[in-house]
DNA sequence: GTCTATAGACAGATAGAC
DNA sequence: GTCTATCTGTCTATAGAC
């Protein structure tokens, strides 16, 4: 349940957005939304004109709020692997996954253009900024020269949704530690010892 | 639907093993199940005691199909770096994702404890086998000095699964490739250039 | 071993009263 | 705007005949 405060479509976008990161799509049904969001099935329909829409309007929000949470570590002061190593070692609920990550194996989501262009943007947009700062810090700022930017961005990306499946597949977010960890290591010039951040 | 040449319990595991691989477990029915192995209600419920037992004995199939197949490319002849790129660039169903990394995501398995310990036990094995590499690696097999075996063993493991979430989002496996060569780079010394494997 | 019948609960809505 | 009723189909089995 959530806060009165919340009008009824926003209280019935929070749900969905709990519940998608939580069981996906799939795994996401309209009464489990109501459920939660403490609305009435008619209140529901009047709002939005089924999942698909309900889930779009949730999605989009969670991808509006990565998009600004990870600007905030990229845009910090700093040199720029200082600024990857702040997006990289920010806090995470590790064990909860990526919200917006999650949804590419939900084969609902990706089968839908509508659905899948706002999670397809965010990491677009997420591994261009990388792309930015990358590039930046091979010119001397503190990552090792004549790297390919795009493609190291891409591995920065990777390692954080793929730092997700070790900790859940363990239990623990150990694993995604030791993946960032092992990334930053890995992302400074030979005579780099990484910070302790 | 498969080969008659297969008994109904090995058609059931496959039919299971595939809508798992691509639908996860909260979105695999037994009825699709049947529908795709050829198989009766009853029989499937005469062979297997109901959908968890089948999607264990499928999930500990995948689990030992897919150790096999990275051992195949990380026992092979060259220096462990060459091992460690023959493992990341393999050729691989790349927007199918991965079968076992892909059950993370389902909240079903990973509060099953009996289904998720074959997930956890083949990444398990695998951070623990890419581990022994790197630290022969880093000991002049091509990789660079001062590595932490164990956090850049989990860095390689989690690009790979992470390659999989971008190349899922765009709809393209380039976005997987980019990561996989962004970590090579990375992998090797500073002044080795990343061979064309 | 495989088949059909049955069953209670839920999925994902639509209709119409208030 | 919200509520209750209703509906068709699916989920995950169980029971018992063949």
Chains 1, 2 share one sequence.
Request: net charge negative; hydrophobic share 40%.
């Amino acid at each position: 349940m959530y806060s009165d405060v919340m009008s009824t479509p926003e209280r019935l976008i929070s749900a969905t957005r709990d519940l998608l990161w939580q069981r996906g799509y799939v795994g996401t049904s309209p009464k489990a939304i109501q459920r939660l969001a403490g609305a009435g099935q008619g209140s529901m329909y009047h709002h939005f004109s089924g999942k698909p829409a309900l889930a779009l309007a949730a999605i989009r929000r969670t991808a509006d709020e990565m998009r600004g949470t990870a600007e905030s570590a990229l845009d910090g002061p700093g040199t720029p692997y200082e600024r990857i190593a702040a997006y990289l070692l920010r806090e995470r609920d590790v064990l909860r996954g990526c919200p917006v990550g999650r949804l590419t194996m939900d084969p609902e989501v990706t089968a839908d253009e509508t659905l899948r262009a706002p999670v397809d943007e965010t990491l677009d947009w997420l591994r261009g900024r990388l792309t930015g700062i990358v590039a930046e810090g091979t010119a001397g700022g503190g990552l090792r020269p004549g790297l390919d930017a795009s493609a190291t961005a891409a591995a920065v990306v990777a390692t954080v949704q793929g730092g997700y499946v070790l900790a859940r597949a363990t239990g623990s977010p150990a694993a995604f530690d030791a993946a960032v960890h092992g990334l930053l290591a890995l992302l400074a010039p030979d005579d780099h010892r990484t910070p302790e951040v």
